[in-house]
């Protein structure tokens, strides 16, 4: 299939408002039913439309909040959470008119900004912090109406290497099975502490999707985002593949095993007038 590059982005505009992907099941890309208008309240809006809320707050900042290093010791990363200022942060947010607001809560270092006694028995390791840092930035910009939304990677700390031995984290295109179980366990405990307080997560390094989440059998895409949304199932949830193969609208799109399709890559396809499709359960 050969098609123009005005032609390309034409049907490419046309089908990011047409086409969803559905995590949890096939993968099989489905026509998006009319949208409704926005619901006046986020915690009633139909899980389809979760993110509406994002459209009224316009914009907002992403920060990331992260140690040095895996070997930083435990006494100085509390000292350097315990030096966060929510307050003077989310005036700062205000004044700028910034309508949410996102913050890691670690990343490959295994250092967490937020208590998570799942995670320190799991991992076999104590780098949470004693202060929960993503409530007090809650409590600061909820006066100010601002929302809250975190950001975690989808695999183990990478640079922890007793916490990945612990976690059962093996990376690349695997199933990880274990791991996932006790990942999901780490996330619903920090959700569920939440609540409502958090709108919104974003799972970066879902580098493997159809080895590790496109499965008809837990864990995968569904229990995942469930875990996310324990104590909150209006929670937006992303998942960041992260870079693609890439293609030119002059040749056909080639999409490259091991990882035959992911969310954008489908979308991209479909927006050039083809369906893709993964396993079906």
């Not at 809250?148 to 183990?156: F, I, R």
């Amino acid at each position: 299939m050969r098609t123009s590059r005005r032609g390309f982005l034409q049907r490419a505009s046309a089908a990011a408002g047409a086409v969803v992907a559905w995590p949890g099941g096939s993968g099989v890309l489905r026509a998006a039913e009319a949208v409704p208008p926005l619901s006046p309240d986020p915690a009633e809006a139909p899980p389809s439309h979760r993110a509406d809320w994002m459209h009224r707050a316009k914009w907002g900042i992403f920060m990331h909040y992260l140690a040095a290093g895996a070997g930083l010791p435990v006494a100085e990363w509390n000292r350097l959470i315990d030096g966060v200022d929510a307050e003077s942060l989310a005036a700062q947010l205000e004044s700028v008119g910034a309508g949410y607001f996102f913050i890691t809560l670690g990343q490959n270092s295994g250092h967490y900004l937020a208590p998570n006694a799942v995670y320190d028995s799991l991992a076999g390791t104590r780098k949470c912090s004693r202060r929960d840092l993503v409530a007090d930035l809650y409590a600061a910009l909820a006066r100010r109406k601002i929302s809250l939304m975190v950001y975690l990677p989808a695999g183990a700390p990478d640079r922890d290497p007793a916490a990945m031995k612990q976690l059962e984290w093996k990376k690349g295109p695997y199933r990880n099975a274990a791991f996932q179980r006790k990942w999901q366990q780490v996330i619903a405990e920090w959700s569920g502490r939440w609540g409502p307080k958090v709108r919104g997560w974003w799972f970066d390094g879902c580098y493997w999707p159809n080895a590790m989440y496109r499965a008809c059998v837990p864990p995968n895409f569904r229990t995942f985002a469930e875990a996310a949304r324990q104590g909150n199932p209006a929670s937006a949830v992303a998942f960041n593949p992260g870079v693609f193969i890439p293609f030119s609208p002059r040749r056909r799109m080639r999409i490259s095993p091991p990882e035959k399709s992911t969310t954008l890559t489908a979308c991209a396809a479909a927006a050039a007038g083809w369906t893709a499709r993964s396993s079906t359960c």
